[in-house]
């Protein structure tokens, strides 16, 4: 997408505790309107990042500014923001209403305004028939909606969202994901988002930055995070599941190279590489289990077929993964759920050459 001006910049941000690097040197610039997500395994750095953003917490080093203005050293209170917390944070004596309210009350804003912004609120999650009810009265997944709607009514121009939806049941996450995208929709503000889950990574940012101790791996669109990972990093982390990797060394020639496989070789001449493949380079070839195709015909796009046997077979509703043996090697293949396969069963395999990655066997980084 193109960049528009930036809501949120972070330039040379660090955090340490002592010897231990938890943010290392991050520049970031995230445009306005944007929904950025931060993803990651826990421990890399993701909350730390949000934390400093949000004020919660002072870096080590670097400076944080929101809509041009320096706010590194402000209040979390005056930094213009609105926070979402994984638990639900609600008071448990006050009606939705008043927990919609409370901080409005608190910074002494006129009531008119108050129920204007409460009743705002109330209709973009549909809390409606629920202002009268307490917190212990609600669902998991309506109390979440009455945390998000706190945070709605300050009228902010980011929020930031710390995997609100972990405490939830994958149904309700599911509802909760498709609301929380609706409605950056409506509102058009700018949104942080913080998961471990790359599902909500995926199907909820504008860019997902992939982060790995302290460092952003890959800043990209969802789509090129999935299809065109920078490093073998991103390419294991993103896939569920994972993406094939063969490890091998270019053969060929520079004009025509290929990568030997069993007892053929697969033509690489509808790989679009960013940096020249060297015949006799150690490489890491990587395909997702839907770009292997299994008794498929000679078709355009696809590699030369090899011989495999099929190991396993997991049924997945729509779709099955099927595991196989091929060249002493284990792969998973996603296959439509029409199509049965035995284990045991002697299969051919071809490869979507064109949609795969090749990294460097040593580096790690995309070819």
């Known amino acids: 997408m193109a960049m528009k001006s930036p809501s949120v910049s972070i330039r040379g941000l660090a955090l340490s505790y002592g010897a231990v690097s938890v943010l290392q040197n991050l520049d970031l610039d995230i445009a306005q309107g944007e929904f950025i997500v931060l993803l990651g395994p826990s421990g890399c750095g993701k909350s730390t990042l949000l934390n400093c953003i949000a004020g919660l917490l002072e870096p080590s ?35 939705v209403e008043r927990n919609l309210s409370f901080g409005l009350r608190v910074s002494g804003l006129p009531k008119d305004e108050i129920e204007k912004r409460v009743k705002r609120a109330a209709e973009m999650l549909q809390l409606g028939e629920l202002l009268h009810r307490k917190p212990t009265a ?19 121009d980011v929020f930031l969202f710390d995997e609100p939806l972990s405490n939830l049941d994958a149904k309700l996450r599911a509802e909760l994901r498709v609301e929380i995208k609706r409605l950056h929709q409506k509102l058009g503000n700018t949104m942080i988002y913080v998961t471990h889950d790359q599902i909500e990574a995926l199907t909820l940012a504008d860019r997902v930055a992939v982060m790995k101790s302290g460092v952003i791996q890959q800043l990209d669109d969802p789509h090129a995070i999935y299809n065109q990972p920078r490093n073998l990093y991103v390419a294991s982390f993103i896939g569920s599941p994972t993406m094939n990797f063969i490890k091998g060394e270019i053969g060929g020639t520079v004009a025509a190279p290929s990568l030997a496989l069993g007892k053929g070789d697969v033509a690489l001449k509808s790989y679009a590489s960013k940096k020249k493949l060297g015949v006799g380079q150690k490489v890491v070839f990587g395909a997702r289990p839907e770009h292997l195709r299994l008794n498929a015909g000679n078709e355009a796009g696809l590699s030369d077929a090899f011989d495999a046997v099929v190991d396993l077979v997991e049924p997945m509703g729509s779709d099955s993964l099927v595991w196989l043996k091929l060249a002493n090697q284990m792969l998973s293949a996603r296959v439509e759920s029409s199509q049965i396969y035995k284990p045991g069963e002697k299969i051919k395999v071809r490869f979507r050459v064109g949609l795969s990655s090749i990294f460097d066997a040593q580096s790690g980084e995309r070819l």
């Open 61 to 95: 080093e670097g400076q944080v500014f929101i809509n041009g203005k320096n706010v590194t050293w402000e209040e979390p209170k005056d930094r213009g923001i609105g926070m979402v917390f994984q638990s639900y944070a609600l008071y448990p004596q006050m009606t």
């Open 138 to 156: 609600l669902s998991g997944g309506q109390r979440q909606r009455v945390a998000i709607g706190r945070a709605l009514v300050r009228d902010v």
